[in-house]
C-alpha cells in the first residue's frame, strides 16, 4: 500500500488544520492507521491511531483533546484533524499503515507502511 499524506501549512497558534491521508494500491480498511510527527532535533513521536473500523482510536496526552483522528474507508483516507494549534506542534507529520488493524498501536515499530510527510508549521 502507498500512503500519500497532505493538508499541512502554516497556521497561526489556535488555528486548525486538517491532515489527509490517501492510500492506493491496497483498500486502507485492511489496515491500522497512525499519525507520527519529527520535529527538527527531535525523534519521530506518535501522535494518533485508529483501528479499521474506526470504533477504537488513541492519542498522544500532548494532543488529547485537541485533536481527532478519523477514516473514510470508501474514501480510502484517513484525517487528522488538529485544533487549538500550538508552537510546539511544528513538526513534519506522517501517516503509517499497520496489518494489525484491530488494534491501535503507540509505536513507530509496529507500522509497517509510511507517507512521505507533511510540514506543519505553527506561529506564535
Known amino acids: 500500500v502507498q500512503l500519500q499524506a497532505s493538508g499541512g501549512g502554516l497556521v497561526q497558534a489556535g488555528g486548525s488544520l486538517r491532515l489527509s491521508c490517501a492510500t492506493s494500491?491496497?483498500?486502507?480498511?485492511?489496515?491500522?492507521m497512525g499519525w507520527f510527527r519529527q520535529a527538527p532535533g527531535k525523534e519521530r513521536e506518535f501522535v494518533a491511531a485508529i483501528t479499521w473500523s474506526g470504533a477504537t482510536s488513541g492519542y498522544a496526552d500532548s494532543v488529547k483533546g485537541r485533536f481527532t483522528i478519523s477514516r473514510d474507508n470508501a474514501k480510502n483516507t484517513v484525517y487528522l484533524q488538529m485544533n487549538s494549534l500550538k508552537p510546539e506542534d511544528t513538526a513534519v507529520y506522517y501517516c503509517a499503515a499497520r496489518e494489525s488493524r484491530a488494534t491501535i498501536s503507540y509505536s513507530s515499530s509496529n507500522y509497517k507502511y509510511w507517507g512521505q510527510g507533511t510540514q506543519v508549521t505553527v506561529s506564535s
Open positions: 494500491g491496497r483498500t486502507v480498511g485492511n489496515y491500522g
